[in-house]
Every structure is written in structure tokens, then in C-alpha cells.
């Protein structure tokens, strides 16, 4: 029994010791100060963000953010937050305003004390970038015991034309022509990585080994339309084939359309993905002409008045007993209109067959296209003296051409006629 106790106590003890976490020092990186001056403050500022960059990538140190004012009492500032050690610094002139040096320092809070200190003095604003980067790489050295060197990484992309973006280290690095110059040397994870469509998407991420003074190429593939990207795009595609044609409908084509709008508005990260958005956008204008027919064709009802069509024409009537002449004339009036531009109303056509007179009415349809041009008409003339007519004609503008069989008790025959609307 104490053997198996003893076994279950050493187990629990290897487990404990298994899942503790390596304390890393807790670092604190201090903006640098300077005099005042602004082309100092843009030195300071990148010393500041280049410290941290560095202490991050190697991977040794708990990075800890530091307020934007610098704490006026440094002891109490590490005792509070518990901070291992503060780097910090200065960029200032002297020599009277003839030189520029750059403090960097690091306070250890165990000793109580600054216990590291590099200087480097520039002779020119042009000397004193070089210059901070020097005082801060000693230091950086000096405090990691590690050497601070950079190589540098271009990127090669094989795939689609697109914009991407990078990660080193989980630290995102700004692209100067496809590559970055300075990368801190040693193992580094590099990501690729795209805001598209449905959200980020990482292309590639892989580690690679950046030697000093060293150029790697990092190869990758931009892609063209995801999978899944495909898809969400065929989905609203199918809402708008499947309710192309149906006006009630048409809020769920119009929704389709937002959707795949708010999808595309960003396609920078893919040229194929350019061209679909091209492709849709015509698709969305053809859209715009459907739903007008859409309206005119399946419209409510309404009451208008003053739409009048004035018909006058000539013809010859060809009967089967007799020849002779046709006119037309009277008014088509629109008494009720709906939004496809169908009208209503009455025509009073002359005809002459031979010697003989028949002013008939004659009770009409038109319709029209969306420009407003008759496109066809069609009416039926009452059986008034035995004779029934039958009309439809055709329109080209505001030009019509009407063909009008004929029926009687004892004659039949066809009526030809040509003609302007007024």
C-alpha cells in the first residue's frame, strides 16, 4: 500500500512538473525621450517600437506595456507591476547643438540600479537613425547575451495577382517591394495571410531560418476563388436565377444582390475574384431593366385619364362579292391602365364596300412596351348589319399595318389597312 502511494506521489509530482510554465522575465521597453525636437521625436519613436519588436522575437522575455508617460519614480513603477527589468533611453544634442547622442539603458529592479548603459553619437540628422540603431543592438546584446544580427526575406508569388499581408513571429511587417530588409536572425515562423470575402484566410505559414547578412526567398501561392468562397457565391446566384422571373419575389433577388455586393466590395486579394465581381455587376444592371418589366407586366391597377390614340388609316376591303375602299379613324382611349401599358377603348371605323357605308365601332386592345410604342392591337367589331370583323394589327413606332378578316351570312372576305397613331 505505501509502495502505491509512493508511485501515486511521484506522478502527481513528474505531472506538476510537466505542466509548469517557464517564468520568463518580465520586461517593460519605455518610450525613449527626447529634447523637443521633431526629427528626434520620429528617431525615438522608432527606437521604442524596434526594442520591443526585438525582445519579442527572441522569444525570452515577457513583454509588458508600458504607459506613454514615463513613470517619475522608476523603483516604484517595478515593485508595482512587478517588472524584472525597464529599457529605456534618450536622444538629445550636444556640443552646443553640433552633435546627437543617443542614451540606452536598463534598469534591473533586483539591483536597484541602471546596470547597463550604451551611448552613440551622430555629427548629422542623417547619421542619427544609424546611430540609435547601434546603441540599441549593443544593448540588446549586452542585456540577451545573444547577437543581434538581421538577413533579410523576399517574397515570391507564384498564384494569382493579389494583395497579402505578412506576420513574422506573429508581428506584422510592412512590405517595401516584396521584401523586408531586416529580419532579427535565427528560426522564424513566417504567415502569409489575405482578408478576403469570408474573413482572414492564411495562404501559407511555414518556418524558415534567416541568417545574418543573409537573403532568403520565401515562396507562396495567392489563390484564386476559394471553395468555399465558390460556394457562397453560387448560393445567391441560384436565389437570383430561381426568382429572376417572379416579381413578388423580387425582395429576395434584391437581397441576393446586397449579399453578394457586401461579399465582392473588397477584392484587391484576387484577380480572378475581380473578375467575378465584374461579372456579377453586369449581371446586377441586366437586373435593373428585368424589374421595370417585372412591374409593367404584373402591376396593380389604377385609374388615369388623358392617354388617347388617334388611328387614321386607309385600306381596301376584298370581299368575296364585292371590292372597295376602307377608312379608319376615331380614338382608342385609355380608361384603366396598368403598369405593362395595356389600353382600353373604342374605334370608329368607316367602311365602304362599293356604294355602300358602315360606320362601325369597333372595340380595341393595345399594349405597349416600356418605351411607350404600341407593340400590337387587337379588337373585335359588334355584329352590326350582319357583318362581324375581326382585327389585329402590328406597329413599328407610331405606324401600324392592321389585317381584318371578315364574316357575314352570305359573304366572307379579308380587309387590308395602313395607318398612324395621333
Request: hydrophobic share 40%; net charge negative; aromatic share 12%.
Amino acid at each position: 500500500m505505501k509502495f502505491k502511494n509512493i508511485i501515486i506521489a511521484i506522478l502527481v509530482f513528474l505531472t506538476i512538473a510537466l505542466n509548469a510554465q517557464v517564468i520568463k522575465p518580465r520586461v517593460a521597453v519605455l518610450p525613449v525621450e527626447n529634447s523637443g525636437d521633431y526629427q528626434l521625436e520620429i528617431v525615438s519613436d522608432r527606437v521604442t517600437s524596434t526594442s520591443s519588436l526585438i525582445l519579442k522575437m527572441l522569444g525570452k522575455y515577457e513583454l509588458i506595456l508600458t504607459p506613454d508617460m514615463i513613470p517619475s519614480d522608476i523603483t516604484d513603477y517595478c515593485a508595482t507591476n512587478s517588472i524584472d527589468n525597464i529599457i529605456t533611453g534618450k536622444t538629445y544634442y550636444t556640443d552646443n547643438g553640433d552633435t546627437i547622442t543617443v542614451s540606452m539603458s536598463v534598469y534591473t529592479r533586483e539591483e536597484g540600479k541602471i546596470t547597463l548603459e550604451t551611448i552613440e553619437k551622430a555629427e548629422s540628422v542623417f547619421d542619427v537613425f544609424d546611430a540609435a540603431e547601434k546603441a540599441l543592438y549593443r544593448l540588446l546584446e549586452g542585456f540577451s547575451g545573444e547577437h543581434i544580427g538581421f538577413g533579410s526575406i523576399v517574397f515570391k508569388n507564384s498564384g494569382e495577382d493579389g494583395e497579402y499581408r505578412v506576420l513574422i513571429d506573429g508581428n506584422e511587417y510592412r512590405l517595401s517591394d516584396s521584401r523586408i530588409d531586416k529580419v532579427l536572425n535565427g528560426i522564424r515562423e513566417v504567415e502569409i495571410y489575405q482578408d478576403r470575402m469570408l474573413g482572414l484566410y492564411t495562404v501559407i505559414k511555414d518556418k524558415i531560418e534567416v541568417g545574418e547578412g543573409r537573403e532568403i526567398v520565401f515562396d507562396f501561392l495567392v489563390p484564386g476563388l476559394l471553395e468555399v468562397e465558390k460556394m457562397e457565391i453560387d448560393e445567391q446566384k441560384e436565389i437570383i436565377e430561381k426568382y429572376w422571373v417572379k416579381k413578388k419575389m423580387s425582395d429576395k433577388v434584391d437581397n441576393a444582390f446586397a449579399r453578394l455586393n457586401i461579399l465582392l466590395e473588397d477584392t484587391a486579394y484576387s484577380s480572378t475574384v475581380q473578375e467575378k465581381k465584374e461579372e456579377l455587376f453586369a449581371l446586377e444592371e441586366e437586373w435593373h431593366g428585368q424589374k421595370l418589366l417585372l412591374a409593367e407586366g404584373d402591376g396593380k391597377k389604377e385609374f388615369i385619364t388623358g392617354v388617347w390614340l388617334f388611328p387614321v388609316g386607309a385600306g381596301i376591303a376584298a370581299l368575296n362579292s364585292d371590292f372597295g375602299y376602307v377608312l379608319q379613324t376615331g380614338f382608342l382611349g385609355s380608361f384603366e391602365k396598368e403598369k405593362s401599358r395595356n389600353y382600353y377603348g373604342l374605334k370608329l371605323q368607316t367602311v365602304f364596300f362599293g356604294s355602300d357605308i358602315y360606320p362601325v365601332p369597333f372595340l380595341a386592345y393595345a399594349r405597349k412596351n416600356k418605351t411607350g410604342k404600341i407593340i400590337h392591337q387587337f379588337g373585335l367589331h359588334p355584329p352590326l348589319f350582319g357583318i362581324i370583323f375581326a382585327e389585329y394589327s402590328i406597329n413599328i413606332k407610331n405606324y401600324y399595318l392592321s389585317v381584318s378578316p371578315t364574316l357575314d351570312i352570305d359573304d366572307y372576305g379579308i380587309i387590308l389597312a395602313a395607318g398612324r397613331y395621333f
